[in-house]
Every structure is written in structure tokens, then in C-alpha cells.
């Protein structure tokens, strides 16, 4: 089969060449894919020591071909969308069964696969906030894949979501999506906020903490920035009365989450926020949109 294979010579070490087929296990389908979506923290956090030839990749939409052996999941022929910590950059995929999730006629495939990193990370985070009706939500990176997700989530919980973006320009469709505040960067928050989304880590992590009212939460859950994160918590101590500081990391399966969210997505509930889009042949210049910040969203790739 043909896949997007490592490559420590290539552009972002990623090229398109052969690898072997995947062989299934009993609980797992094996899946045509139709389209992949790409994450900035599987390329911008992309090894530069892995095994040559390795396919990565976490999203992929596609038909299943082959059912699992065990009698799980789907039935040949139905169309999913998949999740894995690898092996989504493929032709071929073999996926557990408890990380996919059917899809409906009528929902494109490369819409589908934008949904399962960025779109369960921003369901589990929101989640992970508790009761958020008439409460003030920051989203940092609200740009980017998860942030635009969590603004439409948090905001279908009730939240006052306040989107906070590098520049105004990042901003464009926030409103549309539920953000019912812009703003750029924590520092011109106009008030205290009861929780936060945190997607970009170092300074504005530190900041968004000492701006949360008292007994709020924030869930750290990316470093876009490449920053490490430095809190003066005596500094905290003073300024919020018990705040809370969680590190967040997404839990498996993906499957029931996934399901949910291509319902959302079916009823017209859910935009997936799709910024790029092309053949997979151009995963190099999707990848540097990517990392360009030039990308509202999501990058799909159409095999």
C-alpha cells in the first residue's frame, strides 16, 4: 500500500512511498481510508529519531473492508471514522473497534476524520470543567483544531465562552461558532473567569491561572507554544483562592465520544471547522500551514 511513511531526509520527515499492508488482530477492522486529518502536535512534536518507513498519523475516515474477526464493530461496507496513536497516513488501516465510530450517508469523510483527536480532546476537556451554564469560559489557541471545537461545545453547555486568539485576524468565525467574547491573549480579559482551556501552555497558561476566580479550574491540555510553563504560586496564592491547575491528557476509546460528535455533526450541530484542504500529495504543504499558524482549524488530506 501506499502511505505518508517517516523519512528523517524529507520535508517535516514525512514522504509519501510503499509499506506493508496491515494485518488485523481479532478485534480490530481493517479500513479503506478516504481521508486523513492533520494535528499540529503530530507534526510539530514529530520525532526526529523514529524508524524509517514507520506510518504515523491519528485520524482517518474511510469503508471498512474487512470485519473484525472477533465480531465487533461494523460489518464490511460501512463507512467510520477511526482513531489510533498510529498507522491513520495509509491506504489501509487496521483500527480496534472501540476507537471507531459509524458514519452516515450523508456526512463527508474528510469532515468525519477532523473530528477524532481535536474533537474528543475538546468534548473530554469541556466535560472535565463540570456544570458550565451562565459560567465564564476562557479558550486559549481558540484558533486552532481544539480550540475551535471546545467553543462550540462549551458553548452548547451554556458557557459565556470567551475565545482568546494570537491575533484578530485568527479570530474570523469565532462568533459564528459560540464565542461570545474575543480577546487576544488572557491579559485583556475584562473579567475573572470560572474555567480554562488551555491549548497553547508557557506565559499564557501562567497567566490565564492567576485570572480565575475563586475555586475555578484550568484544563492544560497543549503546548502550541513550545514554552514550559512557569506559575509563581505565591504570587497564585494571593490572587486566586483556590484555583485549580489539571493536566489534562484525552482518555481511550474514542469510540462512544466519536459517535457522538458525528451525530452532532449529522444534525448540522457541529461545523469541523475544516481550514485546509487537499490531495495527500501536498502533505508537506499542509504541514507547514500548519505550523505557519495559516490554518483555521483542521488540515484534511483526500486520499
Known amino acids: 500500500m501506499q502511505a505518508l511513511i517517516y523519512d528523517p531526509a524529507a520535508p517535516h520527515r514525512l514522504r509519501l512511498g ?39 498519523g491519528w485520524d482517518a475516515a474511510g469503508v471498512v473492508i474487512r470485519a473484525a474477526d472477533d465480531g465487533s464493530g461494523p460489518a464490511v461496507g460501512t463507512r467510520v471514522v477511526t482513531f489510533g496513536w498510529a ?3 495509509a ?49 486559549t489557541g481558540a484558533s486552532g483544531g481544539v480550540g475551535r471545537y471546545a467553543t462550540q461545545l462549551a458553548a452548547r453547555a451554556g458557557a459565556h465562552v470567551i475565545a ?53 479550574i484550568v484544563q492544560a491540555i497543549g503546548m502550541a507554544s513550545r514554552e ?29 465520544d466519536l459517535a457522538y460528535l458525528v451525530g452532532l455533526l449529522d444534525k448540522g450541530h457541529l461545523d469541523a471547522q475544516v481550514g485546509w484542504r487537499g490531495p495527500w500529495q501536498r502533505a508537506g504543504a499542509a504541514a507547514e500551514a500548519l505550523l505557519a499558524r495559516q490554518v483555521p482549524g483542521k488540515a484534511v488530506l483526500d486520499l
Open 18 to 56: 510503499a509499506a506493508p499492508d496491515p494485518v488485523p488482530t481479532a478485534g480490530q477492522a481493517l479500513v479503506r481510508v478516504a481521508a486523513v486529518s492533520l494535528n499540529f502536535g503530530e507534526i510539530a512534536f514529530r520525532p526526529t529519531d523514529g524508524q524509517v518507513g514507520h506510518v504515523s
Open 228 to 256: 514550559p510553563t512557569l506559575i509563581d504560586f505565591e504570587q497564585a496564592r494571593t490572587s486566586v483562592d483556590r484555583g485549580r491547575l489539571e493536566t489534562f491528557n484525552v482518555a481511550t476509546p474514542f469510540g462512544d
Open 164 to 216: 482568546s486568539v494570537g491575533s484578530l485576524a485568527r479570530a474570523e468565525g469565532l462568533r459564528e461558532l459560540g464565542a461570545a467574547e474575543i480577546v487576544v491573549g488572557p491579559a485583556n480579559l475584562s473579567e475573572r473567569v470560572y474555567g480554562v482551556l488551555d491549548n497553547v501552555g508557557g506565559g499564557q497558561l501562567a497567566d490565564a491561572y492567576h485570572r480565575l476566580q475563586d475555586g475555578g
Open 91 to 139: 491506504e489501509l488501516r487496521a483500527v480496534d473497534t472501540n476507537n471507531l465510530a459509524a458514519v452516515p450517508e450523508g456526512v463527508d469523510l474528510g469532515l468525519a476524520s477532523a473530528l477524532p483527536v481535536a474533537g474528543v480532546t475538546a468534548l473530554q476537556a469541556v466535560r472535565r470543567l463540570g456544570p458550565l451554564i451562565g459560567r465564564r469560559v476562557l479558550i
Open 87 to 89: 498507522g491513520a497516513w
